[in-house]
């Protein structure tokens, strides 16, 4: 121990200065890490807990277990089979728009050259602005008498039969709210479109180009294939904001007509923050997200697989 | 002559893309400049007679909410910005140059949470927070909030950090210079740009969030504006006053969008393509 004091600062032994820099590494992380591990890490697992209990907040004391009873429950109940159908047919119609819509928009913003940076500013700009706010304006553009849209069907396009109380009918109810999505994420899934078109060599694509393969060909037998990672990272990001949509059915519909739009993750907040039934929210939320997970494996699957 | 026709064709599609985009914040723009008479007027007149500036005149007027949902918004996204930006600058660093015995569990353990829905979340965080006191507090939003953002944080952070060549560093710690101060002297200046990304998708999350304040902040005074302008929404619209309230809070997004939009489109893509 003497004969390391003598030596100066300036000359640290590796050894020293690695054992050294795991420490500063461990306080470099450390203060995060408490962040992340008291709200995500730590309520993963204590809704886990939960999702096996009784345990209504208002009236019992303490939970009390219940083994899968909230799961066995949860698949029986009227209210949760119907949000389920609804959050899935909402992901499936979301899912396919949001995939082709998007690619095609990336595909013309990637070929054209001029008025690049107004289109992308517009199709860009909605990702900003805050969801709970532009469906306020939409459940207003969509108001049956005094609305944008109606308006604009009747009096502009002169098109009376297909203005409707757009969100008192719950079919209709429904291609709104997808609508509404759709607005909202379009430009985030075409910048992740573009980032994978980008990343596609221009040795490939003018190599194409002289096999004689333009316009169409070019894009459904070199692009497309070559996109492979874009699309298990679009799809990814697709699902899960399919299946945890909240904001606009919430906002604008409040799950109605009936229960025509409600979602799963409008059931686990009813029984969470209205009944106080935490140990059966519980359950309906992990349902929810192994749904998740499911789905963005079986994505991660078939885009692998084709190789 | 085809080559022509494709192109008309796709101008004309992002044409009304863009159009179909741009309406709806453009029409709320217009319409808080109407009277309530123009605005429950059938049929509509999509430009407002005159300058009507009344709706936004009533926001001052006493009784009003928005001041308190705009200030408690701006107390939570700032404070929440800069702990998400000082959070990540140090565990971004820790992780990609100071390895530690379980540093690489804590990294995979961190971005595996991105993926899992805010949903499962929620009830232990309530739960917690009421333990502690601070629900109905700008505290127990921005806590929240912070831990939700942090994963994205350090990711980017931590590929700025590998971005910078390794020599840099390693000179300065021979030199006798601290861990600390290579960082604060030397590393941190480099990863400016990371730190901009880092900023304004914190900013966009915190100040758009929803579902957290929806749950954790139940009392009016409490409430960011994503939740309390949803109370102005009743059985009888003053959609004049409202378009008004919403305008002023699109605002400081779509500013800070006009002026970053090339690194929020790079965070996007960088978060991405790497995760």
Known sequence: MADSSIISRKHLSIKTLNRRKQWYG????VPAFLFIFSFMLYPVVYSFYMSLHNYNYVYDTSPTFAGIGNFLKAIQELSFRTALKNTIVFSFFYFILVMGLSLTIALILFHIKRLHGLFRTAIFLPIVVPVSLSALVFLWILQENYGLLNYLLRDVLGLTALAKPWLNVGSTAMVSIIGVSLWATIGFETILFLGGLQTLSREMLEAAEVDGANGFKRIFYVIFPNLKETYILTGIWAILHGLKVFVEPNVMTNGGPGNSTLVVYQE?????????????????????????LAFSLLNMYINRAKD | MRHKLTHGVMYTALGIVSFIFVTPLLYVTLTSFKTEQE???VPQSLLPDGIYTDNYASIFSAGNSFIRYFANSAII???????VLVLSALAGYGFARLPFRGSNWMLTSILMTITIPLAVFLVPIYL????????????????????????????IMRANYIGIPKELEEAALIDGCGVFRTWWNIMLPLVKNGSVIVIIHAFY??????????TLAT?????????????????????GMLSAVIVLSMLPPIIIFMIFQKQLIEGITQGAVKG
């Not at chain 1, 686990?268 to 998740?292: C, D, H, T």
């Open chain 2, 77 to 83: 996204t700032v404070t929440g910005v800069i702990l």
């Open chain 2, 205 to 214: 999350n915190i100040w758009g969030e929803y579902t957290l304040a929806k």
């Open chain 1, 268 to 292: 686990v907040y009813y029984n969470a923050f209205n009944r106080f039934e935490m140990g059966y929210a519980s359950a309906e939320a992990y349902i929810l997200a192994i749904l998740a």
């Open chain 2, 219 to 239: 009392k009016p005074e409490a409430m960011p504006l994503t939740v309390g302008l949803t109370l102005f929404k009743g059985e009888v619209w003053a959609f």
């Open chain 2, 128 to 155: 917690m927070e009421d333990s502690w006191g601070i629900l109905n507090t700008n505290l127990g939003l921005i806590l929240p909030n912070v831990a939700v953002v942090l994963p994205f944080a350090i990711f």
């Open chain 2, 39 to 41: 605005i429950f007027q």
């Open chain 1, 26 to 29: 461990f306080f470099f992380v």
